[in-house]
């Protein structure tokens, strides 16, 4: 169809092999980084007061140690959840599971209740794994609600699970674990309300963390510092595999704290970050940037939301570094596309690069199927290596297609060069921050408040997070709740990033002549508001 030279009219992007594949799991992945560099450190606790490391061979040490009880406990194949916060923990307990051949379940640790019983059930774990009281909610007391709610579901403290595991089990032997088995499952909003869980497997996770890394010139040795939410697949696996592939050191942070990013990375000559576009604001604008050496970094990775062309100037000019942009989805296993770090200005800000190797893109016409002449817009389809093996209980999706395409819902263009660019979005998502909210869930949430009739929810730009939440809401007749009831009561049954911020109450909606409501009306009245 196209030989990637430009010459042929079709939106399509052949897969190129600049960069090999890894085989193997995410174990394999530790135990060479180990086998390779045993003495080097692997992961640093970022958190502010502590000190605690781990080399490549304690981490390998520690994480079969805990494989071998999560064996004798659960069994190859079982789910397990983790729901807890940044930490060392976390991360060991990830390899501890990969090792165990069990899938890891990542659980937001800001869920209400009700979500979390919601992604235990759905994806049908037998054991989660906790942290303590977050941001003001009882987790443990939680956690212990759904085990006594949910049958056959065993709970742990993971910090305190881990340090019980002094010794490996007995006779323990840890099963063969492939390639093509599951390694983690991640929950992401569509727009059919509820999360959908995505299944994503050792290779996908493995590969689409290496081929970032290659393509974002990671050196042997470097020092990643990272304070993304690791229930995230840039978290996990963009950044904790891209680590190892490369044989470096991790700074994993319990939060995004600017004054703290900037001091470890000054500390630990941190030589790469991954941060959303907000995150790097907030950098560029904490008092101590001046007076803290950062020039150690040659790399800042972004995702999640549009980079300005004044946001990457001034971070190129602040850190002294090179910039790229990852784009992808959970079900592309991590970034599917990607841009040179050494690329101009327009690069960054303009589109969102190039395939990654040995994956294949096209734009396609969303009602035909048919692959697009270059520049026409439609939706953005991928297929390699890295993607998602499917979804939990959704026969009804077709995102992934037999042939293996993946369907994104994003609208896009390609010119003659690969250069893919977002123009729109078949899907109503709402993208806060780098993190997909699902109007659906928020309008199912909504309408099962007794005095709300109907509701409406959409994205209104903003300038620090991208987009945030906006509600129109139709009351019952007679009705005399306000806004401030609604965002209490969605407080309550909805992670505090996807509660709206701004409301509207109205008395009709816009309709379509077949009863549809005009999402694209509503945006326009807050837009002009």
Request: net charge negative; aromatic share 6%; hydrophobic share 40%.
């Amino acid at each position: 169809m196209t030989d990637n030279t430009g010459t042929e009219q079709l939106s399509y992007w052949a897969p190129t092999s600049e960069t090999a594949l890894l085989p193997g799991t995410v174990g394999d992945l530790l135990r060479r980084a180990a086998a390779e560099a045993p003495d080097r450190l692997a992961v640093i606790d970022g958190a502010a007061g502590t000190d605690r490391s781990w080399t490549y061979a304690e981490l390998v040490d520690q994480a079969l140690r805990l494989a071998g009880a999560l064996h004798v406990e659960f069994g190859a194949g079982a789910r397990i959840g983790v729901w807890a916060p940044n930490s060392p923990e976390w991360l060991i307990l990830q390899q501890a599971a990969a090792l165990a051949g069990v899938q890891l379940v990542t659980i937001n640790p800001a869920y209400t209740y009700h979500e979390l019983d919601y992604v235990l059930r759905n994806s049908g774990c037998i054991g989660l794994f906790h942290g303590d009281e977050y941001r003001g909610a009882a987790v443990p007391a939680m956690a212990q609600r759904a085990a006594s709610e949910i049958t056959g579901l065993t709970t742990h403290h993971l910090v305190d699970w881990i340090g019980s595991v002094v010794t490996p089990p007995t006779g323990t032997e840890l099963p063969q674990v492939q390639e093509h088995d599951i390694a983690v499952v991640q929950y992401t909003s569509g727009t059919t309300g509820s999360p959908k869980g995505v299944l994503i497997s050792h290779r996908a996770m493995v590969n689409s963390a290496h081929l970032v890394a290659r393509r974002a010139g990671l050196e042997d040795g470097c020092v990643y510092v990272n304070p993304m939410p690791t229930f995230h697949i840039g978290s996990c696996g963009t950044v904790t595999l891209g680590t190892i592939s490369a044989v470096g050191t991790q700074v994993i942070l319990p939060g995004f704290d600017p004054g703290r990013v900037l001091e470890v990375v000054e500390q630990y000559r941190a030589t790469a970050l991954l941060a959303v576009p907000t995150m790097q604001l907030a950098l560029l604008e904490h008092p101590d940037l001046p007076d803290r050496d950062v020039s150690s970094l040659r790399v800042v990775l972004t995702g999640g939301s549009t980079a300005s062309a004044d946001l990457v100037r001034r971070v190129k000019a602040a850190f002294g570094c090179r910039f790229s942009i990852t784009f992808g989805q959970t079900e592309t296993g991590g970034p599917s596309t990607q841009t040179d770090p050494d690329g101009e200005v327009w690069e960054q800000v303009e589109t969102i690069g190039r395939a990654l190797p040995h994956t294949e893109v096209k734009i396609i016409d969303p009602v035909t199927g048919d692959t697009l002449p270059r520049g026409e817009a439609g939706e953005i389809c991928s297929r390699g290596p890295t993607t998602m093996t499917g979804y939990i209980d959704r026969p009804d999706d077709h995102s992934l297609r037999e042939d293996g395409w993946l369907h994104y819902g994003d609208l896009g263009t390609m010119d003659d060069a690969g250069y893919l660019r977002i123009v729109g979005r078949l899907k109503d998502m709402i993208i806060r921050g780098g993190e997909n909210i699902s109007p659906r869930e928020i309008e199912e949430t909504l309408c099962t408040h007794p005095d709300v009739a109907d509701a409406a929810v959409v994205g209104v730009p903003d300038n620090a997070w991208g987009e945030q939440v906006g509600a129109f809401v139709r009351l019952v007749d007679g009705a005399k709740v306000g806004a401030a009831d609604l965002e209490e009561y969605c407080r309550t049954r909805l992670a505090r990033h996807k509660v709206p911020r701004t409301w509207r109450l109205v008395e009709e909606f816009p309709l379509t002549p077949s009863g549809k409501i005009k999402k694209f009306q509503l945006r326009e009245q807050l837009a002009a508001d």
